[in-house]
Each structure stands twice: as structure tokens, then as C-alpha cells.
């Protein structure tokens, strides 16, 4: 348990140092995340012989993963960075992978940001491929759980997003004070127990594109939960008492327009059977 305590003392979250570029673990991390998400959805399609070819799954994931990364990175600039205006007044910096000459990569990407952009991303797609997103967006509650436990596994290897403090035997030290591994507390609640909800109710779904709401109302309540183990955001701190932060308050406006997408999906769906 002591190796295990003081982990970080022992790992180094850059995986390849080429000299002139390194690769860390994080990024790693993500590209297998997203690659994951691509094969569980191909995967899910075949096993439940849903009538999506391949070439559209992989058509929408290319928009999808444009939303994620706009999105991710300029709601963090917008409601967690420091140097917003900055950013604003520079928007060519945003996704600057230098400073100073030297690679760090690109640093600071929010979650919420990224469902907001995967939902401009569906709805672009949606337009052009008219009447193929609700199924498509069922395959997307599955999949997307399932790569998410990589994604936190990555920023649990590059040392970020950490715990509160604690006394817990399983904490693991980071500059020397013993903090909850809350990465690793999400990727359970966020990723593994939502993606097995999901996915034994997927043979239960009153209409086509159902499973997207309820894995946002799933997520919000597993984010908000995570959370009470997080620490907050140095910059931000708590928004009310010592309890209330940026991710809980997001989490909540999630469930509450998920609740709405589930409503307006069931009404769509339904309308184009009609039609039918």
C-alpha cells in the first residue's frame, strides 16, 4: 500500500521524451479513449444488428470528435481559465500547443464543454444525414461511457484534477499531502457504472435516441457525486458554502437539459414514425 501511497513519486506522466516533442500518458490516454468509443460503438451496432452502416458511424465520429475538442477546450478558456481574456483577445492561442518555444501540449479541456460541442457536432450531422441520428445517438450513450474510463485514467497518470484531502489508507500523496485518487473514483461512477446501466437498459428504450438522455441524467449524477471528492478548481474555489462547485453546478443544468433532450427526442421520434 506504501507504493501505492506515494505512486507519483515513482511515475512519470511522460511516456516518450523524442526530444523535441514528448508524449505523455494523457495523451495516450485520450487516443485510446477515443479509439475504444469508435470500436465498442462499431461492436454494439453488429452485436444488437442495428441498421447503421460503418461509414456513417465513422462519418459522424469525425464530426463528433470536432465538436469534443472545440468544445472541451473553449468552455474551459470560458468558465475555468484564469486568463479568459486573454484567450479572447488571442483566440489563435487557444489551441497553441507552445509556450515559450517549448511543447507543453494543450492544457485545460472541460467535460461539460465537450457534451456541448458533441451535441453541435450531432445536430451538424443530423442536417446532412437526415433521419439517422437517433439511433446513432443510442450508440453514443453506449460507447462514450466506455471510452470516458480511459479519459480519467489519463488525468489520474498526468497528476491532475486531484482529490481532497484525506485520511483514507488507498489516498495517494501529492506534494507531499494525501489526497483521494478522485480520477479514479469517476472513471468508476462516470464511466464503468453508467456504461453497465446503459447497457442493460438498452433492450428496454421507449424510442430511438432515448439512451442519450438518460446517460446525460446518469452522468450529471455521477459527476456531481465524484465531485464531493474532487478539489476544486484552485482559481475558482467553491461558488457557495464549501461545497458547491463549477462541475456540481454544471452537473445540474446537464440533468435538467437532459431531461428536456429525453422529452424533445421522444416527441421527434415519435413524430417521424408518424409519418412513416
Known amino acids: 500500500m506504501s507504493y501505492w501511497n506515494h505512486i507519483y513519486e515513482h511515475f512519470n506522466p511522460i511516456a516518450f521524451d523524442l526530444g523535441f ?41 469525425i464530426w463528433l470528435e470536432v465538436g469534443i475538442i472545440l468544445g472541451a477546450r473553449i468552455w474551459y478558456i470560458l468558465f475555468y481559465d484564469p486568463n479568459t481574456y486573454y484567450y479572447l483577445s488571442q483566440p489563435w492561442q487557444i489551441f497553441n500547443p507552445f509556450q515559450n518555444g517549448e511543447f507543453v501540449g494543450i492544457r485545460g479541456m472541460s467535460y461539460h464543454g465537450a457534451v456541448v460541442g458533441a451535441g453541435v457536432g450531432s445536430l451538424l450531422f443530423a442536417l446532412r444525414n437526415p433521419g439517422q441520428i437517433y439511433k446513432i445517438l443510442d450508440v453514443v450513450a453506449l460507447a462514450v461511457p466506455v471510452g470516458f474510463v480511459f479519459g480519467r485514467i489519463g488525468n489520474f497518470l498526468n497528476q491532475e484534477l486531484i482529490g481532497r484531502v484525506t485520511d483514507v489508507p488507498w489516498g495517494i500523496y501529492v506534494d507531499g499531502v494525501l489526497r483521494h485518487p478522485s480520477q479514479l473514483y469517476e472513471g468508476v461512477l462516470e464511466g464503468i457504472v453508467v456504461a453497465l446501466i446503459i447497457y442493460a437498459y438498452r433492450k428496454h428504450k421507449a424510442f430511438d435516441g432515448a439512451l442519450i438522455g438518460i446517460y446525460g441524467v446518469l452522468y450529471g449524477l455521477a459527476r456531481f457525486i465524484a465531485e464531493f471528492w474532487r478539489e476544486p478548481d484552485i482559481q475558482l474555489g467553491y461558488l457557495y458554502g464549501d461545497w458547491l462547485t463549477m462541475g456540481q453546478l454544471q452537473s445540474l443544468m446537464m440533468i435538467g437539459l437532459s431531461i428536456g433532450l429525453y422529452w424533445l427526442l421522444k416527441h421527434l421520434s415519435l413524430k417521424t414514425k408518424v409519418k412513416k
Open 21 to 61: 516533442i514528448s508524449i505523455h500518458w494523457y495523451g495516450i490516454m485520450y487516443i485510446s479513449a477515443l479509439l475504444l468509443a469508435l470500436w465498442f460503438a462499431k461492436w454494439i451496432i453488429k452485436k444488437d444488428a442495428m441498421p447503421i452502416a460503418e461509414e456513417t458511424i465513422d462519418a459522424y465520429f
